[in-house]
T-cell receptor, first 114, second 114 residues
């Protein structure tokens, strides 16, 4: 079985600052994928970034980067230059095993302030 | 634009009613999923399907069933709705492949059982 732990229920960050959202995972599968999704107050789930367990480099997508530390089983999301529109729930998820089903963490609510 | 469409955004049903939540995707994806989202619990997998007429139980299948008669459509059924099934329900689909198995989500159905 897979497990995702997000220990920060809520975070605040000032506009234009960088913020790190924590995610640790547990799986016995040697091959897995790690995902981050954003959920604004409107409710839709927006895919942000993906990291494969065998990828040598940390994934980056624009202002999002994933700090992947395999030995520590962590996959933290770093958002650089925060914007007011970044205020949302953020979910970390893992895909391991059959049928590509994602197991999600409990989420972190990020609030960006002026 | 790729799309996963859920039939209703909001639903109010009475205890004991049979409830159908419909989900359609236009991306020819093999995999389809139903999640339930509750505050503090993140997204939990109810059922998933990796092919037509195939279904697998997720983490919380009790009180639910599913149907997948066509590749593009995946229905979640509450046989006899109860108040503890009041929740946000999210449908998702993904390709069956190695690597980035990004799931695409519908807009969600907020179900209230009274």
């Amino acid at each position: 079985a897979q497990k995702i732990t997000q220990t920060q229920p809520g975070m605040f960050v000032q506009e234009k600052e960088a913020v790190t959202l924590d995610c640790t995972y547990d799986t016995s599968d040697p091959s897995y994928g790690l995902f981050w999704y954003k959920q604004p107050s409107s409710g839709e789930m927006i895919f942000l970034i993906y990291q494969g367990s065998y990828d040598q480099q940390n994934a980056t997508e624009g202002r999002y980067s994933l700090n992947f530390q395999k030995a520590r089983k962590s996959a933290n999301l770093v958002i650089s230059a925060s914007q007011l529109g970044d205020s949302a729930m953020y979910f970390c998820a893992i895909d391991a095993g059959t049928a590509s089903k994602l197991t999600f963490g409990t989420g972190t609510r990020l609030q960006v302030t002026l | 634009d790729v799309k996963v469409t859920q039939s209703s955004r909001y639903l109010v049903k009475r205890t004991g009613e049979k409830v159908f939540l419909e989900c359609v995707q236009d991306m020819d994806h093999e995999n389809m999923f139903w999640y339930r989202q509750d505050p503090g619990l993140g997204l939990r997998l109810i059922y998933f399907s990796y092919d037509v007429k195939m279904k697998e139980k997720g983490d919380i299948p009790e009180g639910y069933s599913v149907s997948r008669e066509k590749k593009e459509r995946f229905s979640l059924i509450l046989e006899s709705a109860s108040t503890n099934q009041t929740s946000m329900y999210l449908c998702a689909s993904s390709q069956n492949r190695v690597g980035n198995t990004e799931a695409f989500f519908g807009q969600g159905t907020r179900l209230t059982v009274v």
